[in-house]
């Protein structure tokens, strides 16, 4: 079964910085764009960021431009997602997706992962 599976969640402190993976399966999704969404208690889900299938091109949430950078490593078949600066809002679930084009990358999520928790204490 094709899966996505994040890590590096985790608890930290306001200024801190984490990086998230998300690891697919085998050669699942190497042609697919790749992006991050993050659901904070009480709140909808929110697209967060994207990567093109060929990793030319990336999409940014405002609220995380210039603190954020979304990657991914072919060989690996895992997406990256640096988060800097953290803030206390940045706390939320953050969930791995794939999609077949970055271009209305919230419209089209084929696969999501399960989710890992990043807390950010002030």
């Known amino acids: 079964q094709v899966q996505l599976v994040e890590s590096g969640g985790g608890l930290v402190q306001a200024g801190d910085s984490l990086r998230l993976s998300c690891a697919a399966s085998?050669?699942?999704?190497?042609?697919?764009?790749r992006g991050w969404f993050r659901q904070a208690p009480g709140k909808e889900r929110e697209f967060v960021a994207a990567i093109s299938w060929s990793g030319s091109s990336t999409l940014y949430a405002d609220s995380v431009k210039g603190r954020f950078t979304i990657s991914r490593d072919f060989a690996k078949n895992t997406v990256y997602l640096q988060m800097n600066s953290l803030k206390p809002e940045d706390t939320a679930v953050y969930y791995c997706?794939?999609?077949?084009?970055?271009?209305?990358?919230?419209?089209?999520?084929?696969?999501w992962g399960q989710g890992t928790q990043v807390t950010v204490s002030s």
């Open positions: 997706a794939a999609g077949p084009e970055i271009v209305g990358f919230s419209d089209y999520v084929k696969s």
């Open positions: 085998g050669r699942a999704f190497v042609s697919y764009a």
